[in-house]
């Protein structure tokens, strides 16, 4: 078993299975937390996702990776070869730093290290004191094997350079287990809230057992700056709640999450919003009822446009007739644009009104509306633990690696053999990207020494 996954091909399997599986879950839409409870409920709701080819993604769970069983059991596959790999790299860089190498630690360069062979004139004898003393003048640190059976009943050394930097291997492999465990951590008791369009004023109860609510304070254009369309310029102020008691404040902006516990308010974007209010010719308030079905009428209506709406009806009971709000989403740096219009009968034509690019007042029939147009944040509340376990990790692994390739560490296992009338050096060296050239070259040079000493 250790040796499975031991083996290169298993790990570079696992990594490159777990890096496809997270990069489907962006690509696939995944079932919301608050419906967890009831996935086939969601997946109902969504048409785009109802034909026979998503067969396969519902009976692997492609909806919901994060809580499929086989995406689990990849975690925890990888993580075991990923320790595997740390520990079998932390003894070579030990055994390297302390010189203690027995014959049993040839094991440690893998069942397929790059090898190169020596076919030289002369007797091992003769070979070895030139050996030591030319890999001496290069900087190499050179220790005895033991002798045992099979090849190593020759002269065995192990030479080395720079042989402290291959410590960066393991340390490359903990920065990966380090953040494997953090996704890990964030796979399992992490969560996210539902997006959430809040008016001013209002609250949210974040629940998961945390106890906080967050309250919007104000949304506004980031101070010294022109309002962007995409809503990067905006933020959103929240106040942090325990019961009714205000315990934090915080900023919430594009890529600025408010924190709080571990707990991230995070601003994903903007929408529209739209307040009507007015009076009648009498100075008496208008009454507006959202919707078309039975709710509560009041002075003021205060609306806001999700993503994918477009159109809101508005009834005023008092009058018998209807309002319509078409919107025309932002696009080319322009303001969204809305367009109001009267609909006396559901038979009736429509009756433009006005169309409104910023707040502004509307007169007809006597009446006169104040349309107050806004925005309102999309705030997401989120979990994640392990994210700074995931980053410390992914940033040690990069540095590690970048050390060990710029440095270059350098390993050999070296052997002098008789062979017939001649003798065999035998070189041994790590698999492994860039390995193979400087092996390579050092048997090159290797060659023309002993060549041109015999």
């Known amino acids: 078993m250790w040796r499975f996954f031991a083996a290169p091909a298993t790990l570079l399997i ?29 997946l109902a709701l969504q048409p785009e996702l109802q034909s026979p080819s998503n067969d396969l993604a519902q009976a692997l769970g492609l909806y919901g990776i994060y809580d499929a069983f086989w995406f689990r059991l990849l975690l925890v596959l990888t993580g075991l ?83 402290a930097l ?16 953090g996704l890990a951590m964030a796979v399992i008791w992490g969560w996210q809230g539902s997006q959430w369009q809040p008016a001013v004023g209002e609250r949210l109860a974040v629940g998961h057992g945390t106890g906080y609510a967050i309250r919007l304070d104000a949304f506004e254009p980031l101070t010294g700056g022109e309002v962007e369309p995409d809503g ?31 707990l991230a308010v995070r601003q994903v974007g903007y929408v529209p919003d739209v307040t009507l209010r007015g009076v009648d010719q009498a100075g008496k308030p208008v009454l507006f009822q959202p919707g078309v079905v039975t709710s509560k009428a009041t002075e003021q209506v205060s609306l806001a446009f999700g993503s994918s709406e477009t159109q809101q009806v508005i009834v005023l009971p008092d009058q018998g007739f ?55 944040p999309v705030l997401q509340v989120d979990y994640r633990p392990g994210m700074v376990l995931v980053i410390a990790g992914i940033a040690l ?21 008789p062979d017939q009338d001649q003798a065999m050096v035998h070189l041994l060296a790590l698999g492994g990207a860039g390995e193979s050239g400087w092996l390579s070259r050092l048997a090159a040079q290797l060659q023309q020494e002993l060549t041109d000493v015999a």
Not at 16 to 42: E, G, H, K, M, Y
């Open 166 to 181: 291959l410590w960066a291997r393991p340390l490359a492999f903990a920065g990966l287990l380090l953040a494997l465990l």
């Open 397 to 417: 692994a990069a540095v590690t690696v970048a050390v060990g390739w710029l440095a270059g560490p350098r390993l050999v296992w070296m052997a002098v053999a």
């Open 232 to 262: 990067g310029r905006y933020e959103s102020r929240i106040t942090w709640l325990v019961g009714d008691q205000p315990v934090g404040q915080g900023l919430a902006g594009i890529g600025r999450p408010a924190t709080r516990g571990g």
């Open 81 to 163: 070869a990923l320790f595997v790999w740390m520990v079998e790299s932390a003894e070579l860089a030990w055994r390297a730093s302390r010189g203690r190498w027995t014959p049993s630690t040839l094991a440690l360069w893998g069942s397929h290290p790059l090898r190169h062979r020596l076919a030289m004139s002369r007797a091992p004898a003769q070979i070895e004191g030139q050996l030591g003393a030319w890999l001496a003048g290069r900087g190499y640190r050179t220790v005895p094997v033991a002798r045992s059976h099979g090849i190593e009943t020759a002269p065995n050394w192990v030479a080395s350079r720079r042989g």
């Open 322 to 376: 209807f309002l319509l709000l078409d919107l025309e989403p932002a696009s080319g740096g322009a303001d969204p644009l809305l367009r109001l219009a009267l609909l006396r009968s559901a038979e009736a034509e429509q009756q433009s009104l006005a169309v409104l690019r910023q707040s502004g007042a509307v007169s007809f029939d006597g009446l006169h509306l104040e349309v107050d147009l806004g925005y309102r």
């Open 14 to 42: 696992l990594l490159a299975l777990l890096a496809a599986a997270l990069v489907v879950s962006t690509l696939v839409p995944q079932i919301p937390p608050d419906v967890s409870t009831n996935p086939q409920l969601w």
